[in-house]
């Protein structure tokens, strides 16, 4: 890829992306690849019961640490009644469910911008099948998470199906969810 | 297990969770299985680049729909103008690191209250490597998503630090991070 602009040397923004953004990210990756390095970070504090509060507030990418020019960002779990919670904000696998329906689209709108695709909409349901058999520990053969996720995705586009379907394969959060990852949990006591 | 009350009636509380109700869910999935299946649900909409707005309205589960009583519930996904994006809302891979923190701490405490562990404090700190070479689609060989995830959890209890530990391995949102899991993705036109 080369830098692409209009004839009035204008960015081409495609999607509401910014394509020749996009396509600059990509030319400074292949001249330095640690460009491409990132790492992003979340704190989090127990509320009590069934209440925790998460703080974002930087990252590190593109050999620089970031902080969130409209952050720190907050957001709350918890739970409802019927999972022994107050019921006052989604709870953690609602938020899986969040992420990878954000990622897909985001993933889909930016890679069409990229190939010049024009999206007019994305809506999207998402259904996440739990046994809490496996969270209750009352059988070590079912698992604690989800059994099966399932995603349609509504696209208003010309592109034909296989190919809005193959740009979501690049999503990170698919990647995240769809295969095994190592998850390094270290407790300290204070 | 079996219900437990206080000598006078009242239902045992630690660490802000009702004992009494998770002894009493739990004898209840013995009896009837159902109840443990559930299904959690969000929409999704595309707002333009790089934001969308995620709703949770209800989830299946005890054998019954459930309105979120204080919901519906809205999230926003963004990306940071680094990533091309307005940066007014956290991204999904950071959202995913949100569902981590809260559902490894909710998972202790309820885990340690069933226990009769009390929990005086939790604070987690999570940080995730990602290669953007992987969403990009300039090495085959890169993953999309994170590479690894640490967490950092820091408990105040009387209980020893491997007890706390064994207590994560029952959290839905690890388990759906570190193992994989069919992710059924269908892409329709409209």
Redesign the interface.
Known sequence: MTTQTTATGEPIVT????VS??FE??DA??RT?E????????????M?????R?T?KD?H??CAD?E???GP?Q?D?G??????GE?????????????????????M???AAARGIA?E??????????????????DETV???????????????DA??ET??SL?Q?????????????????????
């Open positions: 999607n509401g992306v910014n953004a996009l990210t990509v990756v292949k690849p460009i491409a390095d990132f790492q992003f970070r979340v704190s989090n504090e127990w009590g019961g069934d209440r925790n998460t974002v990252f990418g593109a970031h969130h020019g409209n960002f957001m779990n739970e409802p009644p019927v999972l022994l019921g006052e904000a989604p709870n953690p696998v609602e938020y899986v469910l969040h992420a990878l329906a954000g990622c897909l689209t985001t993933t709108v930016y890679h999206i909409s994305v809506t999207s349901e998402l259904e996440g099948d739990l046994d809490l058999r496996g969270f209750l520990g009352m698992r604690k998470g989800f059994s099966t996720v399932r995603v349609i995705m509504r696209v208003r586009s034909d199906v809005l379907q979501t690049f999503s990170p959060v698919y990647d995240i969810v769809s295969k095994s990852l190592p998850v390094e949990v270290s407790v300290e006591k204070f």
